[in-house]
């Protein structure tokens, strides 16, 4: 397929991927200068008492910190992240980074640690509120240098230009886009997946799913990141099942390929109408991402596919393996077959499982302020609010 | 196929890919502080009388200066490129940057200018003679930034970690392989493509096809780099006819998605002995990669086929468009169609049409030169010096 198009970018980390590769975690830091590493986790402190990871409690915290003092590196230890990270504790972060002297940000976790630590590096750089600087491209002194090692594989914070922080006052999730937030160096290191519990492998699949898929249609896609948001389909398919069941390491680190490869598409191709409902969902319910898009995404799907019949069924062919009569035939089955794929795994898939019938009341609101989501602006189809009313609706 | 391995890296530039990209060039500059940048072309003094790309007679350098002059940034230019470039002239390079004062380094030209430009970029930074810097990371402190933007299809030094520079006293095309001579930026307009030669369009789509299928049976081939390979190796077979024929920019814009995909995997999976022995016999007899290639790349592949039957099959396959009965038959018939897709073109197949028989007497030092190359390291199946001098005999 031949695309044409105007210019477009494509920005990525250095990534260091294999297992093992934490031990490279100082050496990073110190190419970019570190002296005192100003390290973020989740878990710590069970602030909030949301604590998914357990990577603290996995013992990789400590060992990232014997690594560090190995190479005669110095850190201060930030562990208030929480999930659905909050703005008040990404500012405090920042104060706290200042007053330590630290330089080098390094975070070990999941997209909460990961965006926490991104937030405290825009903050303490270009100071103000994080609020300020909502939506894309809003950040203009350069940030500190960022080494980040994943725990999940699934947000893609660790390769994107993305940064989603609750605004606690309005409820919503914040969409922070800019291409200083692309981290200096990644770290995926497979053994660390292992420690994942079933229903995190499980959400950070689904996850990079939803970036793939929203990704390949979004209005920005380029040849750059069309072949990786197929790819990761493909991966997340043929592998997750096997690593809920088995937990393989071979299909664990297929599925960590799989949402590098889903970070490479989404962070360049932006997203869509499904993410900017996400968000606001997620914003006013504290919903993780990983429970959202199982419900959203078939219905967002059929919602775009006039617009963009041609690419849903190149994902209907790669879900399929096969093509069948017709672009729209093909597409179609696709989606069916995703929610087949959904519904073979123990996740919600309406709304009202998740959200009270008390609460019915907001998704007006949300459905409103969905609509400005920076997502929303690459999604093929414009998507009003009344239409993400509808989709609600829909997945009740 | 999952692939079990040590520990990979992943490192591009941010890539600004685009009709009319060039327009940026002022902008990545000031992103990096630029206050006197420092342009290398070619073909601004007829050094050695080697003048390729013409690129300063098309305009472009012109343009490039008017776009930094808008930006309000000044710069000094330094012009002194040739094919092959040598080391004495990197050396001067240096000088002349370290003398103005200059900061960031931005060259506008084919392989040879920009490899100049990240060669100056070294002795800037880290002093000494080029040499001292030959092999894989032998370079310890930073360099100056670098934005880069290429005029051919093919060479990838604007994606690459690697710079080519020719000892003129060993006549020896040395490889500096180090992770700091990824660009910053890379910015990819195709509308430059527009300006060359039939010739140079043949000759830079043969080295990316060279750089994809090397790089995709490498030792160190990764998840990353594997798909990059596969889809430069299919586009080049699909594009390039048209190219040459019709000069359409849809097919050139193709093909420096090719080169850009070719270059992002060699960079980071290496290549082989087909480079290896290209620069040892491009450092003695000074011919260009794009020439020395279709001559040289089917009887290493064949050398190369029992370590590696499996992935050179993928390849047949993807030129072939299919699979024969075993991967056996789809590697050879993949070789066979890569003999014929050269002889299409009107390019020189034996290498007594490059080398005079009075020299035939240098191929066993050039062979026994090229078993050091760095690019032999990754190659699947351990060569010798015989086993080159057994390819150039049989390419004789």
Not at 53 to 63: L, T
Not at 126 to 134: C, L, P, Q, T, V
Not at 302 to 324: E, P, Y
Request: proline fraction near 4%.
């Amino acid at each position: 397929m031949v695309i044409k198009m105007e210019t477009t970018k494509f920005a990525i980390p250095e990534i260091i991927f294999g297992r093992g590769s934490i031990r490279y975690a100082g050496q990073c830091a110190l190419r970019h200068g570190a002296k005192k590493v100003f390290l973020v986790s989740d878990s710590g402190i069970k602030v909030f008492l949301v604590s998914d990871s357990g990577i603290e409690e996995a013992g990789w915290v400590q060992r990232l910190m014997d690594i560090l003092k190995a190479e005669g590196i110095d850190w201060i230890y930030y562990p208030r992240v929480t999930s659905n990270p909050r703005d008040f504790l990404v500012e405090e972060g920042a104060e706290f980074y200042l007053k330590n002297r630290a330089d080098v940000i390094m975070a070990i976790g999941g997209g909460s640690a990961m965006d926490t630590a991104k937030g405290i590096a825009i903050i303490a750089s270009n100071g103000g509120k994080i609020r300020d600087y909502e939506g894309a491209n809003r950040v203009q002194r350069p940030l500190p240098p960022m080494v980040f090692i994943t725990t999940t594989a699934g947000s893609g914070s660790d390769i994107s230009q993305f940064c989603i922080i609750t605004d606690v006052k309005r409820a919503v999730k914040m969409s922070i886009i800019t291409r200083t937030l692309v981290p200096n160096i990644s770290i995926v290191d497979p053994l660390i997946l292992r420690t994942k519990s079933e229903k995190l492998i499980i959400q950070s699949a689904v996850d990079a799913l939803a970036h793939a898929i929203e990704s390949y249609v979004s209005r920005i896609a380029s040849p750059f990141t069309m072949p990786q948001s197929l790819k990761a389909i493909d991966l997340i398919f043929r592998n997750l099942r096997q690593a809920v069941d088995s937990r393989s390491l071979d299909s664990l680190e297929q599925l960590s390929i799989a949402s590098i490869a889903a970070s490479m598409a989404f962070s360049n191709a932006g997203l869509g109408a499904e993410h900017a409902l996400a968000h606001s969902l997620g914003g006013q319910f504290d919903i993780t991402h990983g429970v959202v898009h199982p419900i959203l995404l078939a219905a967002v799907m059929r919602f775009n596919l006039s617009s963009c019949t041609d690419r849903m069924a190149d994902i209907g062919r790669v879900i399929l393996n096969k093509r069948l009569g017709s672009d729209m035939d093909t597409a179609l089955a696709g989606i069916t077959r995703l929610e087949e794929f959904f519904a073979s795994f123990n996740v919600s898939l309406r709304l009202s499982q998740e959200v009270e019938e008390v609460d019915k009341q907001f998704l007006e609101p949300i459905c409103r302020m969905a609509v400005n989501d920076a997502c929303n602006l690459t999604n093929p189809r414009p998507a009003s609010w009344e239409d993400f009313l509808s989709i609600c609706e829909e997945v009740w």
